[in-house]
Every structure is written in structure tokens, then in C-alpha cells.
């Protein structure tokens, strides 16, 4: 199954094709030049073959001195079986595209950054006719962004860092500075890049519980459907403790069995319901009770 981490660490290149070129630049290698445009490619390089081979993201660059074909891998863990998936996508995207392709695998740590950056020889010992250099990109090698003034400076490049460095032990300070660099930006491309640092820390629960109550603390700029989200979970939790906290303030027996039916009901319509029965309710069952006017029914789960 694709984890959100996995669509974070690619997704970020669609969402700005020009981070590859930015990024470029912090590498010990010659520096890729700012894209003049990019376009999205399909991703499926299935041939007519029961093998199905997909690239997560594909994109076509233009830059001053020639197009190339982007591909990025997000790898989240070794696997002696991807090689020679990469050589096969590369060679398919020359013959395909007549354009010099470029392998960008990005990894969520560093042992699989190491794995995935050794070069692998195509070939019998006395000659490899194919080499494999993927470029790697992991947390040895991508910046971290602690201060709001340079998350601001690139704030893509500042999700793509959080991400990579989700297990950090200052992973608050790099997380609040992004936090504040989002600011600078409009707020349709704020709420996908909140939402899309939210797949990348999904993964790792003290990164991400931070990362949430950061969204959820500033109502009148963050609007994203993970800060709506976040702050609906608020409001459902504030509801099952003021009915377990009124049941108990008035006497009323509450068993394990109700006390879990109440806590995993997160439809606020029916917990206001059962708040206003449990202020005059002499039983649980009252609580639970069908609506009268409508015989039959059941609360919404």
C-alpha cells in the first residue's frame, strides 16, 4: 500500500517542478538551470507486457539550454528488486521522449539514501554496458530551514526538508518555522502544502501531533481540509467528554460498552442530542433512546 509519506516525497515536485532545479543547487554537483515551464507526463510506462511499471512522478522540463524528462522515485526502504525497475524506466523515457532523462529518488532516511545513491553496473563482470547513478535526496543532503526567514526563502523546499527530517529532536522549531513561512504565500497554495506536510509526517506521531496543533491554532488564516479536520476532531472530543462529564456529575452509571458507544460516535448532530437528553435523562438508556419524532431511528454513528 502507498503511504502518505510515499506521495508526499514526489507529490512536492508536481506541486512545484521547479524545487528540482532549487535543490540542485545545494548538492555537490553542477546546478540544474530554472525551468521555463514544466509538464505533467503520464505516469504509467507499462509496455504491452503483464509487468504494470509506474513511476510516482513524471514531468517534462524546459529549461534555457534543453528539455528533459523528471522522474521521481519516492523509495521508502531498500529493495534489491528497484534498480533494475529505474534502469528500465530510464531507457523506455529515451526511447519514448528522444529526451535525456533524470532519476531523482527521494528518501525518508539516511540508510536508504545511501542504499539507493550507490551506483549499480548493468552487465557481466568483464562489462557493465548500463550504469545506474540515481541522484538521491534524503536528510544528509537536503537543508533544514529552523527560522521562519528561511522556510520563507523556498517554502517548497522547506516541506520537502520537514519531511526528511520528521525525526529530528528540534523537529518542533523546523515545523514552527514552516509554519510561519506559509504565510507569506497565498492561501490556496498554503492549504495544499499544509495538507501535503501533513502525508509526510503521518508517519512519525510526535512530528505530526505538532504539526496539527500548530494548523489548528491559527483559525484565521489556516482554512486547509487537514485544519478543518483537525479542528472538527477538536470539537467531537469536547462533546464525548461534556457527555461522559455530565452523566457523571448527575449519578448516572455509564458502562465500558456506553462509555466506548459514546467516544466512537464523531457526528456532532447526534452528540448535541445526547448531550441535551443526559441534562434531564434518569438512565443511560434515556441517552440512547430513539428520536420520538422519527420511530425507528437510530443516532448517526
Known sequence: MVSSLHEAMHSIFGEDPGLFARVTRTLDIPPFETPISATPLPTDLTENQPVERRVDTLLRIEAPSGDYILAVEAQNQPDPRKPNSWAYYLAHLQAK??????????CPDQRTADW???????????????????LVLGPGNVPVARTPEEAASDVPLAVLS????????????????????????????????????GQGLDDNTKAIAIWRNLVAADTSFFKSSLSQEIRAEGEVHRATANILLLLDRRGIPVSDTDRAHITACDDLDTLTLWFERAITA?????????????????PKQ
Open 162 to 197: 520537514a519531511v526528511l527530517h520528521r525525526t529530528d529532536r528540534d523537529v518542533d522549531v523546523i515545523l514552527e518555522a514552516l509554519v510561519a513561512a506559509l504565510k507569506v504565500l497565498d492561501r490556496e497554495t498554503a492549504e495544499k502544502l499544509i495538507d501535503l506536510t
Open 97 to 106: 521522449y528522444h529526451l535525456p532523462p533524470v532519476l531523482l529518488v527521494v
Open 116 to 134: 539507493a545513491a550507490q551506483e549499480v553496473k548493468i552487465g557481466p563482470p568483464q562489462w557493465s554496458s548500463l550504469r545506474l547513478t540515481p
Open 282 to 298: 434518569t438512565s443511560i438508556a434515556e441517552v440512547f433512546a430513539e428520536d420520538p419524532a422519527n420511530p425507528g431511528s437510530s
